[in-house]
């Protein structure tokens, strides 16, 4: 059974750094892309980020390029999205996926999808 559990979610300030981590299980994860995924109240899931599973090819959307970061490790099951200069826009429950090529994240079609961890940035 696959597992994709996110976490790190929270309530920021406008400008502040915050690290999501999803911690997969249940299948070889050295062998997937791994995603991430925003749905903020009354809009559709977007696409955010995603990250192959050589770890060294990373492509991102345009509302976060700059100032978010995937990356992953593969010995610990873990990928992360680093969230720097947070801003309201940014309010969403953000969700982890993993997908066998990185184009199926990309066209939000991955394998897998965790819960999600909600970020709520607000002064």
């Known amino acids: 059974q696959v597992q994709l559990v996110e976490s790190g979610g929270g309530l920021v300030q406008p400008g502040d750094s915050l690290r999501l981590s999803c911690v997969a299980s249940g299948l070889t994860f050295s062998s997937h892309a791994m995603g991430w995924f925003r749905q903020a109240p009354g809009k559709e899931r977007e696409f955010v980020a995603v990250?192959?599973?050589?770890?060294?090819?990373?492509y991102y959307s345009d509302s976060v390029k700059g100032r978010f970061t995937i990356s992953r490790d593969n010995g610990r099951n873990t990928a992360y999205l680093q969230l720097n200069s947070q801003k309201p826009d940014d309010t969403a429950v953000y969700y982890c996926a993993a997908a066998v090529t990185m184009t199926r994240v990309v066209a939000a079609i991955p394998d897998y999808w965790g819960q999600g961890t909600q970020v709520t940035v607000s002064s």
């Open positions: 990250i192959d599973w050589k770890n060294d090819n990373t």
